[in-house]
């Protein structure tokens, strides 16, 4: 009995050396297959898209090993913006996380205050949306310590913290809504950059009045993605309070520099010690890409995010709230990058989409 199990295993090995060898002379090896890697340009590691799309390229790779995704932790959205205008070798492969606010503040780069933010030239190249992921509360509305604070106007003159200045929504839109809301600037105002974590520390140290505050929502507000920053706050155990920015001051932005902002209203108990609803200023959150990008890479990243967005939401607390809804927000078709839109479109998911608030883009109106 020994000898034949030998004998069999023997024969069973060179039977499937054979098979092993029609299958690679019949079709290409893995290895040998071409291979599409894009890399998205995400967020400081910890802001929540970083660690989710790294989890997404896994879920994709593992399926289909031609197709790699590679999630690249960055300074923040300003930062992204001004590489993706300024380094042509990274159009053809690389898509960047954004907001449609900061799309349209790039032409506006050079200008004051948008050149501590963007750089010293406009930044004027053609970007078009893959699919929303978020709408960012980030910078548009404010927690004190102070229950004498309650409006952003009351901020003038106070000790502030806000986002680096490499990141779009905790930086920049912060100081925009200050300065070009209420005329509260560095000149009158102490407002320190220190990022979101760093500003609760010196918030709860009392070394500064307010900070800017921010969180996740989405079309239907029922879901709400509270932030780190947020969280630390509230097992502080201090009694806080919540500033938020009146519709008109939204309204006046938005007549300013073409933006799209949205007023959300926050309900009352949404947040710890929050007593009564207050409106939070909202910006839509986009995956985007170089109107050069590869049509066909598009496409397939589109149909892999709506392929793994149902099982991405059971393994990462931001995509809780993603769906065909946000996704489409703000789409048009001149927008919309083509190999996106054949995505959206062969799904069936294009004429359902919501066609209210679109975004419009600073070229779209050259």
């Known amino acids: 009995m020994a000898i034949k199990k030998t004998k069999l295993s023997f024969l069973s090995v060179v039977i499937g050396l054979i098979v092993a060898l029609s299958f690679t002379v019949g079709t290409p090896r893995t290895a040998e297959a071409k291979i599409d890697i894009i890399t998205i340009l995400l967020c400081p590691l910890g802001c929540g898209p970083t660690e989710g799309d790294t989890i997404l390229g896994g879920l994709i790779a593992r399926e289909d090993p031609t197709f790699l995704l590679r999630a690249q932790e960055t300074p923040g959205y300003t930062y992204n913006l001004r590489e993706m205008a300024t380094n042509p070798a990274r159009w053809d492969s690389n ?28 930044l004027k190249e053609k970007f078009m949306l893959l699919y929303g992921e978020a709408w960012w509360t980030q910078g548009h509305w404010w927690v004190t310590l102070d229950p004498n604070l309650k409006s952003i106007a009351d901020l003038k003159g106070k000790r502030l913290g806000i986002g680096l200045r490499t990141q ?63 969280r630390t706050l509230e097992a502080s155990g201090r009694k806080l309070y919540y500033i938020g ?7 006046k932005l938005n007549e300013k520099f073409g933006t799209a902002y949205l ?54 607390g931001l995509w809780r709230i993603m769906s065909p809804e946000l996704m489409l927000h703000g789409l048009t078709e001149t927008n919309t990058h083509p190999g996106a839109l054949r995505a959206y479109k062969e799904l069936g998911w294009w004429d359902d989409r919501p066609t209210e608030l679109p975004v419009v883009l600073w070229w779209e109106e050259e």
């Open 95 to 122: 898509v960047f996380g954004t907001n449609d606010d900061t799309l349209n503040f790039g032409p506006l780069a050079g200008q004051p205050p948008f050149d501590e933010f963007l750089g010293q030239e406009p």
């Open 263 to 316: 007023p959300v209203p926050v309900p009352a108990n949404t947040l710890k010690d929050q007593d009564e609803e207050f409106i939070a200023g909202a910006d839509r959150g986009y995956k985007a890409a170089h109107h050069t990008f590869p049509e066909e890479l598009a496409y397939r990243l589109v149909m892999a995010v709506a392929k793994h967005g149902p099982e991405m939401r059971e393994l990462h």
């Open 168 to 230: 779009s929504d905790w930086g920049m839109n912060a100081r925009i809504d200050l300065e070009f809301g209420y005329g509260i600037t560095p000149e009158n105002t102490r407002i320190h950059h220190l990022g979101p974590a760093k500003s609760v520390e010196e918030l709860l140290a009392g070394k500064v009045d307010a900070i800017a505050m921010g969180m996740g929502a989405e079309p239907t507000f029922t879901e709400w993605l509270i932030v780190g920053p947020m």
């Open 245 to 251: 920015i009146e519709e008109e001051i939204l309204d």
